[in-house]
């Protein structure tokens, strides 16, 4: 479209124009810099809002805890406020360049005392960002969660716009996107496979977790390579003061957390472990089904000198299942990082990371006759260069460039006995190279406007080596007929993609209160979850983008209305989005997507749209805090070769959902939790008659997803107890009492129908008859957690 | 694989709970045509049914076509017509079968052509041969014979063949005891391709178990690639998780019938063995 491509060099140009009078202005200035921590364990924090008043002007600190801020010479009161923290203001000189280091005191510690705030400003209103959520850490651990284990992504799943494809799973879908188009990163490495269990748990275990956050929407030009959602998890760098360890017991698994510094101040580590011990209960059971998991998180950081800092960090975490002597098959990912933070000058601030991550499952069977060994799994290894440019008050400018490197080896199987009946095989590996190139900036145009725009390249190649196989009807999945193949050798380019996606926010200030925001984002996706189902699991494969599959792409618009009332004590939005998605990756109804050569011949890509409204108030302060949210929302696709090419609601469509979670500090003891979440019936393919093929009683269906299932609701409830004699003690104990579905809702998991059977599983009736039955997982389920600190 | 997930799910949360649950009956939605053909290279082994889906909740059998016309050619020309229910027997109505003597012939393409109420049903299929059983064994399983679900049956029959490396085959297999067809569970289906399958199948056992006296019988069928596809979709079919939680949702198995009709037209060849517990 030419069309497009003129507006878009427009943008550019117009863009790099700005960018030189800024330079031109930018000598006369001088900025204010530096690190802001937690004043009590050293523990940078992301997003403080560093504001002067007289300038009107501010900035927030970044992913790293460090900010700069460039204004005219002066002397000016300078505010730092943080959700959660005591505002603290200074007066500082600026006649030169200025570095300062600030502690913030968090408010936890001393709840009775009265904070004195200065209106702080308030990021809800006043950041150009929107359609991100923020999840405190704090305030989850005060909600109920299941089985008294803590989880972010439960958390997640219940922000506006977020939905849950129902309980007991981690798998998420935001804005109409489906359960593979969220980039989930631990440390910035990427992890394949959230869920332990799959997906009563998320791999995330609490006690580590520093900030979390998730991008629906405007999402930032650093991010790129999924269509939905950015959901950053950073860990704890670890106490840089003293010793600590935490902990707890609960009724699902056990945690235990060491921190501390190596030299005080400079530098610390963290290590943390988790492991579930349902494992014992079954064994205890006499039961032959065994299964466990396990997280280790370690990180340790050093810190030279205020110009540079190092760290390292590392995930693992498994899943192991068996079924007596026979069967067994487990999953786990692995994930490096290595970060280096230096600040060139006090402008200009550097991250380079250097990125690994393995994903891979395994599934055995020990059978005398029938043993088998499947390995698959997928390798990614990538360098990360982020550079953030305050060029003057007005002007702030990041650009990076990253790149990265995949393996996919989807599944590889062999005997494991010498009288097996199976023979080896091996599927073909897949390589990917992808480049991306960013520059945005962020420029406050006026007192009330302030626009962020920029433009992310990515450079997407399917590598050798390889072969690709050509098709008589490359559609055609009964007789896959092959008429040819091409081979590639190493490095050499099978397909390549080239896209360029532009990224847009903008915020109006109404006052100090109330602002409006609009965003556009392209977001483009080169990886692909070959998985049929609405939930991903940990045998699902992913494939690059190749010869027959095409990057999906979205393009998103979304707009808002933001208002704080009674000194930012609750925070309110209203955001609509419309949502189109191209080439959104499906598969061919019955397709066979395990063990499958020809999976090319099952990839059908289509059109999708979703739009939602989504309306949140939130209150993050006082002896009440908590969320209430309400989205209404539509997803649809349509696709050639799904469903008969007609219209259909996505899996992941729900109209209706509410969200409430509270929290309530009654003393300095005691504290109640409650959350209630409502939505409307997954959708669901259902029988329509039946009909008869020998001794089968096969279901006869038409459409898909034009059924749905009952309305999902439930409420949750805990109490957690800090004993007082904690204020004397350096151990500090606390207990946690939950109550999972209070009122033993029974919110169908799936449906499924057979013919007409007893309890046995006998057949009965005339062998003809049919039933159809629900499967609902939890009851009212309480739960008994003990943590500890010393 | 589904059910695996779902069973392991079930278990890890030992709290899980099933119960009944209505269907819409307003989603019934007219009736379709289903055809059910087997053609083999044995005599007895042929036969078309034709009958009719029905509602969800309907007991008993589903409506039979009793006057269709069924004819079935073969690829030198030849046709047969077959009659409806030679024998009137009341199981048997909505039955068609060849005239007397008819068998496949191994390398043939057959094509069938069902007429009724106006509208032409057509499928064709190969008659590919197919890998013969070596040998059935027994073997006392003493698990099971602790505790039996079957009282006295603890006997496992292990099947014996060799798997021919340099061509693909498809198998669908059928096991009896005491010529009732047998299952571990009701909407089992014993198919397979044989990408993974070695040169020597030695010792894979019969889903159920046997007790002394008792006759195994082995059925494996040749299919071909349109079979095996048909059976692995019906078996997806049968054993969905039903909405697509976690497996694909539910579809329509693929055939080779033409007019959108349910159903399959098979063409196998059959090799069987068969061994007495003792």
């Known amino acids: 479209m030419p069309n497009y491509q003129t507006n878009m060099l427009r943008f550019l140009l117009t863009g790099s124009l700005t960018f030189l009078t800024i330079l031109v202005f930018a000598q006369e200035k001088v900025t204010l810099n530096g690190y802001i921590k937690d004043v009590d364990n050293g523990e940078e924090l992301i997003g403080v809002t560093i504001y002067i008043p007289q300038l009107k002007a501010g900035t927030i600190t970044n992913d790293y805890g460090f900010y700069a801020l460039t204004v005219p010479k002066g002397t000016y009161e300078v505010q730092f406020s943080y959700i959660g923290y005591k505002v603290q203001t200074f007066t500082i000189d600026l006649s030169a360049n200025v570095s300062r280091n600030i502690q913030l005191q968090s408010e936890a510690e001393q709840m009775a005392e009265i904070v004195i705030t200065e209106r702080a400003l308030d990021e809800n209103v006043v950041n150009v960002q929107m359609s991100k959520n923020t999840v405190n850490m704090e305030q989850v651990r005060k909600l109920p969660a299941l089985f008294g284990e803590v989880d972010i992504i439960k958390n997640i799943q219940m922000l506006p716009g977020v939905i849950s494809a129902g309980e007991g799973t981690s798998a998420f879908f935001v804005r109409g996107g489906s359960g593979d188009q969220n980039l989930i990163l631990i440390d910035e490495a990427p992890v394949y496979d959230p869920s332990h269990l799959f997906g009563l748990f998320s791999v995330f275990n609490a006690d580590v977790i520093k900030d979390s956050e998730i991008y629906k929407g405007g999402i930032p030009s650093r991010f790129g390579g999924r269509l939905s959602s950015i959901l950053d998890v950073r860990t704890k760098d670890g106490n840089n003061k003293d010793f600590a360890v935490t902990g707890g017991i609960g009724t699902m698994a056990s945690r235990v957390a060491v921190e501390g510094p190596i030299v005080q101040e400079k530098s610390s580590f963290i290590v943390s472990a988790r492991r579930s011990y349902l494992d014992l209960f079954l064994r205890a059971a006499n039961e032959d089904f065994l299964v466990h998991f396990y997280d280790v998180n370690a990180k340790l950081n050093f810190k030279p000198n205020n110009r540079n800092r190092f760290f390292v960090a590392f995930y693992t975490g498994r899943d192991v299942f068996s079924f007596g002597d026979d069967f067994g098959f487990g999953w786990g990912n692995m994930t490096g990082t290595f970060r280096w933070n230096h600040l060139f000058n006090d402008k200009l601030f550097m991250n380079t990371s250097v990125i690994a991550s393995n994903f891979d499952y395994k599934l055995e069977s020990k059978d005398v006759s029938q043993g088998f060994e499947w390995i698959s799994n997928l390798q990614e290894f990538s360098v990360k260069n982020d550079l953030s440019f305050a060029i003057n008050p007005k002007n702030e400018l990041a650009f990076g460039y990253h790149v990265t490197g995949r393996r996919f080896a989807p599944g590889e199987v062999g005997p494991n006995a010498g009288g097996s009946i199976f023979k080896e095989a091996k599927f073909q590996h897949m390589y990917a190279v992808d480049h991306a190139l960013y520059v945005s900036n962020q420029q406050q145009v006026s007192d009330r406007i302030t626009v962020d725009y920029g433009v992310r390249l990515s450079i997407f190649q399917n590598v050798g080596n390889g072969d690709v196989y050509l098709y008589e009807d490359p559609h055609d999945n009964i007789r896959k007929k092959r008429t040819d193949t091409l081979h590639f050798d190493s490095w050499e380019t099978i397909k390549a993609y080239v896209n360029l996606e532009p990224r847009f926010g903008m915020r109006y200030a109404i006052d100090q209160q109330q602002s409006v925001k609009l965003s556009y984002n392209r977001m483009v996706q080169n990886t692909h979850l070959m998985s049929a189902g609405t939930v991903p699991v940990p045998f699902n494969t992913w494939n690059p983008s190749n010869y027959y599959l095409k990057p999906q792409i979205a393009d998103q618009v979304a707009a808002g209305y933001f208002r704080n009332f009674r000194q930012n004590m609750y925070e309110f939005s209203v955001e609509g989005y419309y949502k189109d998605f191209d080439n959104v990756t499906d598969f061919a109804d019955n397709a066979e997507l395990f063990f499958n050569e020809d999976i090319s011949t099952e990839y059908r890509q289509g059109d999708s749209w979703a739009y939602g409204l989504e309306l949140m108030v939130n209150k993050q302060k006082g002896k009440l805090t908590g969320m209430l949210s309400y989205t209404w929302s539509k997803t649809e696709r349509k696709i050639d070769g799904v469903n008969l090419g007609r219209t259909f609601d996505a899996n992941h469509d729900r109209r209706n959902v509410v969200n409430l979670q509270a929290a309530y500090d009654l003393n300095d003891k005691w504290t109640f939790g409650g959350a209630f979440t409502y939505s409307t019936g997954r959708p669901i393919t259902m029988a329509s008659g039946k009909w008869e093929y020998g001794s089968y009683n096969p279901d006869v269906i038409t459409e898909r997803n034009t059924h749905r299932l009952d309305a999902f609701h439930r409420i949750d409830l805990s109490v957690t107890l800090n004993p007082r004699k904690n204020l004397s003690r350096k151990w500090k104990g606390q207990w946690v009492f939950g109550v999972y579905n209070a009122y033993s809702r029974k919110n169908p998991f799936t449906v499924y129908t057979r013919t007409k059977q007893d309890d046995e599983g006998n057949v009965i009736g005339d062998g003809r008859e049919k039933e159809a039955r629900m499967i609902y997982l939890f009851p009212v389920l309480p739960s008994v957690t003990y943590n500890f600190k010393f | ?278």
């Open chain 2, 1 to 278: 694989m589904k059910n695996i997930l779902i069973v392991s799910l079930i278990a890890i949360t030992f709290l899980s709970c099933e119960e009944p649950y209505q269907l819409d009956e307003e989603l019934n939605d007219g009736q379709k045509m289903v055809i059910e053909a087997l053609l083999t290279d044995r005599e007895e082994m042929q036969f078309v049914k034709v009958s009719q889906t029905s509602p969800f909740y309907s007991s008993g059998n589903s409506p039979r076509i009793p006057n269709a016309t069924v004819t079935v050619s073969d690829n030198l020309g030849n046709a047969f017509s077959y009659t409806h229910n030679p024998g009137g027997s009341d199981d048997s109505i909505g039955v068609y079968l060849p005239p007397a003597g008819f068998v496949g012939v191994i390398g043939r393409t057959y094509k069938l052509q069902v007429e009724y109420d106006d509208v032409v049903y057509e499928a064709e299929d190969q008659l590919l041969p197919v890998t013969p059983v070596d040998s059935l064994t027994i073997e006392l399983d003493e698990e099971e014979q602790e505790d039996p679900e079957d009282a006295g049956r603890f006997y496992e029959v292990l099947i014996f063949a060799e798997e021919p490396q340099d061509e693909e085959n498809f198998y669908l297999f059928k096991f009896y005891r005491n010529d009732s067809l047998s299952f571990a569970n009701d909407s089992d289906i014993y198919y397979s391709d044989d990408k993974l399958l070695a040169e020597q199948i030695d010792g894979i056992p019969m889903p159920v178990y046997f007790g002394v006296s008792d006759k195994a019988k082995v059925e494996a069928y040749s299919l071909s690639r349109a079979g095996y596809v048909f059976y692995n979709d019906l078996w997806s079919l049968l054993n969905n998780d039903s909405g697509g939680m976690f497996g694909p949702i539910p579809a329509t198995p693929r055939t080779n019938l033409s007019n959108k009709a349910l159903g399959f037209f098979q063409v196998s060849a059959v090799s069987m063995a068969d061994i007495i517990v003792e």
